[in-house]
Structure formats: structure tokens, C-alpha cells
């Protein structure tokens, strides 16, 4: 297969994760005899230094063009602390997510056999979690109507869904569920908010059509409380973005680290992989960045175009990097840490 893959390194560790990504990729590719193009475009903080804008026109240009994307991380320390910045690095994600409509975010949380005793959680508790989150990534709050009056002293952001982007992400859900276990979950707060309502209405009004699925509605607030008591419990979450986000990043520490986690931001003609994790900044240009949720991230990347097998190749041998203890100082625990580019280089000479 020819693949066309736009790569957005970003900012922070984005550039250094996203290196040990495309090794592994390129030792898949020569495996099992693909072809990838890699079309590096600039994004975030890196791509306002040298254009002025997160998300320039050439770099949308370059990801629409292509068949994936592979994106690092955005976001730099000088915008966070500073909110009067016109420009942010992460208007350019969310730019990115709108225009090329990337509307189901698939946020995976699952345990590593060998990392089981690292994460904060007791064993017990965690042992056999595999749920996997869709959030919904271009309506809601993030996208809604803001501003200030009052002078300034009085702001407000504005929280809207049609029913049309609760279906096509619901959708997503119920067939997610219908190959996994069967069962989804609704995540809402329909006790106090409009805009649950009408999310529960409609998936209500769709499980008919998926009679071998088995919905549940919970309250967000009850859900980011059983997620860290018995989240093997779950399996299908959907939800909206807000919720999506604070969620997911709760979920992620299940795993150990949230240097783990990859995700998959899919749209109707175009996807995006990329993992969870943030910029981290201070541990930028420093080689100590956990690539493993990168690498994983390109394992769905596969995954998309139905290349399981060498989906199944990058996770395996992703699992026995962490079995053998070739891990990044965020795993290594006293042990020997590694690089994040002899994390990668053992990668790609071990599939
Ligand atoms: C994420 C991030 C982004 C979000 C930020 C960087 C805008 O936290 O992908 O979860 O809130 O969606
Ligand atoms: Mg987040």
C-alpha cells in the first residue's frame, strides 16, 4: 500500500516522539511492503514562530491532501500564563479538528501485563481494563459561542449539540460495541444540562436499531468516580467533548503513565493519530519522553487502513520493549532509564 502521511510534530516532545514513531513505521512499511510518503507541515507554537498563525493554510493543505495524519503534541509555556495571547498554539488543534472535520476522538485505556503494579491504582482494582472512549471532538463548548460584557467582568462560553453530531458520533459508539462486548455507555449530565438531554434522547432513539447492544446512561460525576474504583467495569463510553477531555485524562492513569496512551481522531474522509499526552515542556529537546503513545498511535494508524497485522507487529513489540524493561525514566522506577531515541532504536531492530 502507498501511504501519504502528513506529520505534524508540533511542539515540546512532540518533535522527539514523533522521530521514534516514524522509525518504527518505516521498519513496518519495508516488512510488509508499504510505501510511506512522510509530509512534515508545521503546526502550534512552532508553526506561529515562523508564521504567525498555529495552524497555517499550507499545513491544512498538506494533512487534506494526504491520507493520515500523524501529529505530536501543541502547546508552549509562554501562552499558558499569558491570557491576553492573541494567537494560541491551541487554537491550531482546534482549527485542525474543525476544518478537517475530525468529529470521534477514540481514547483507548488498557493495562500492560508487565506495568500492572506501576500505575497509582491496586492492582485488583485495575487488572483486565479495556474500555476505549469516543469523545466527541468539534461541537460543545469548545466550539460554541463566548465572549465578555459587563465590561470584562462577566464571560461566558455557550455549550451547543444538534442532534445530527450526537447520531454520527453515537453511531461510531454502537459499532465500536457491537465488536467489542456489546455494551456502551452514555456519558452525560441530563439531571441538569439541555444539551445531555438531548444527547440521551437521541442515543435512546437509536437503540432499537443495535438491539445486541446493551446502553447504560451515567451522570459524568458518578462515572469519574467509578472509573478509577472498578473501571474494568466499562468497555464503549461515549460523551461529549468537555467531559471527553477531563475523562480521558483521569482514564489514562489507569495504564501507569500517561506517556502510554494513543488515540485516533477520525473523520469522514480524513484521520488523525496522535497520543494523549500533552507538549511537556520541560523535558523538551531533553531525549527522555516516553514514544511509547506515539508508537501506539502509529498502531492505529494501521489500524485505520485495515492493517492489522501490522498494527498487531507495533503492539507486540511495544509489550515486550516494557516486558524487557527498555523503558523512559516515567517507567523506569529506580531501574535503567532509557532515551526516547533508544527506546525507539529498539523498537524498530526488535520487530
Ligand atoms: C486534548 C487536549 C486539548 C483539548 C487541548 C490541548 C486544547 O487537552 O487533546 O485532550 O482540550 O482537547
Ligand atoms: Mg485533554
Redesign the pocket.
Known sequence: MKLNVALLAGDGIGPEVIDQAVKVCNVIATKFNHEINWRPALTGAAAIDAVGDPYPDETHEICITSDAVLFGA??HPKYDNDPSAKVRP?QG??RMRQKLGLFANVRPTFTFPSLIDKSPLKRERIEGTDLVFLRELTGGI?FGKRGREDNGDTAYDTCTYTRKEVQRLAKKGFEMAQKRSKRLCCVDKANVLETSRLWRETVQAMEKDYPDVEVSYEFVDAVAMRLVQWPSEYDVLITENLFG?IL??EASVISGSMGLMPSASIGESISLYEP?H?SYPQAAGKDIANPLATVLSAAMLFDGFNLSDEAEAIRKVVNESLSEGIVTEDLAEGGKAYKTSEVGDWLASHI
Open positions: 501543541i502547546g491551541e488543534l482546534l469548545y477531555d480521558t485524562d494523549i500533552g
